[in-house]
């Protein structure tokens, strides 16, 4: 969750706010935007972080909000591995930040073993992605503004998701370590340390500027992903680790007969390789590469299914029709 909540230090000296309140002042209207709670007289479908502070959110819509931000903090960290020793960005990388072995736990918890082959990003979390790695690639501010965004976010309004999500769910650790800290010993100081090597950070006036500008874009990409997920909750009748165990088989198992079911059935014959990357009670989606480029494919199923009995049957029809049209 991005959104440091927490109240910001005062003016470094008269007439000049620090680094860390201009930041905080610059996105609270985002912050707002995604808060649940910060206008109680909206009329609005509730959204994700409704429904799991009011517990009507499905343990399925719950583990799927989960593996989307698998994917943001493996690119956020993929960047600090890269700039721990640089003099702007390094003293913000922070081993006890790390996200990714917790979301790793919570999903193989959450999925199975094979959770890796049942989630794949959204487009709009393959934009977020995109934006970091691109921002991130040879600029130390771009790790800074997604860093900030993320992390003192989660150590702080973030906190009430964990909570949340154990009192939902029953969770004791896994399903909502990605929530702990447990090399944290105080939020409080080390968000105000945090902000102090903000406020003594070495950038010029217009970086600083380039990074707030940053912190703003990184929420807007992380409301499109909330958005996003927040129009499907309640549409896909499996759950999360009957997805992954379902795609996992056919991608080891029957990677031919996905291949025919892409080339037949999903109309892309020139395709090379394939694989299942989910599936719904509508259809499946896979990801195919033709002429060396990957693109989403999605293949309606004849009639909705809802129960796993069904997924088989009609996988085989899929497979069937797609090689008798190919021949």
């Known amino acids: 969750m ?25 996105s609270w209207a985002r912050h707002q935007g995604l808060d649940p709670s910060a206008d109680a007289d909206a009329v609005k479908a509730p959204g994700v972080f409704d429904r799991l502070f009011d517990g009507s959110l499905r343990l399925g819509d719950y583990t799927r ?5 698998y994917f943001v903090y493996e690119a956020i960290e993929a960047a600090a591995a890269r700039f721990a020793d640089d003099a702007v960005a390094g003293p913000f990388v922070f081993p006890e930040l790390a996200r990714v072995p917790a979301l790793e736990a919570d999903l193989k918890f959450l999925m199975g073993p094979r959770w890796r082959s049942g989630i794949e990003p959204l487009p709009a979390t393959r934009a977020y992605v995109d934006r970091i790695n691109a921002v991130s690639a040879d600029w130390p501010g771009g790790y800074l503004a997604h ?17 949340a999500a154990r009192r939902n769910y029953g969770f004791e650790a896994e399903g909502a370590s990605f929530y702990e800290f447990a090399d944290i010993k105080s939020p409080k ?18 970086a600083k500027v380039r990074v707030i500008d940053e912190v703003l874009l990184a929420y807007d990409h992380n409301g499109a992903v909330l ?13 999360p ?3 992954a165990a379902i795609c996992h088989h056919m991608n080891t198992d029957h990677a031919a ?34 002429d060396g480029v990957e693109a989403a494919v999605r293949v309606d199923w004849a009639a909705p299914l809802s129960e796993r009995a069904e997924v088989r049957p009609e996988i085989v029809r899929l497979f069937t029709e797609s090689k008798a049209a190919l021949s």
């Not at 909000?65 to 931000?69: F, P, S």
């Not at 100081?189 to 217009?206: C, G, I, N, Q, T």
């Not at 958005?227 to 759950?239: K, Q, S, T, V, Y």
């Open 2 to 26: 991005p959104a440091d909540t927490a109240a910001a230090d005062g003016p470094a000296d008269a007439g000049t706010p620090r680094f860390s309140a201009r930041i905080r002042e610059a």
């Open 65 to 69: 909000w989960h593996a989307q931000q």
């Open 147 to 163: 860093a900030y965004t993320r992390y003192l976010g989660d150590l702080s309004g973030g906190q009430a998701f964990g909570k």
């Open 189 to 206: 100081a080390f968000k105000d340390e945090y902000r102090a090597r903000l406020d003594a950070v070495d950038l010029s006036e217009a």
């Open 227 to 239: 958005a996003a997920l927040g129009e499907g909750l309640d549409r896909n009748p499996f759950e």
């Open 241 to 243: 680790s009957v997805v």
């Open 257 to 290: 007969d996905t291949l025919v079911i892409c080339r037949g059935a999903g109309g892309r014959r020139g395709a090379e390789t394939a694989r299942m990357t989910g599936f719904d009670g509508e259809g499946a989606d896979f990801a195919v590469v033709e």
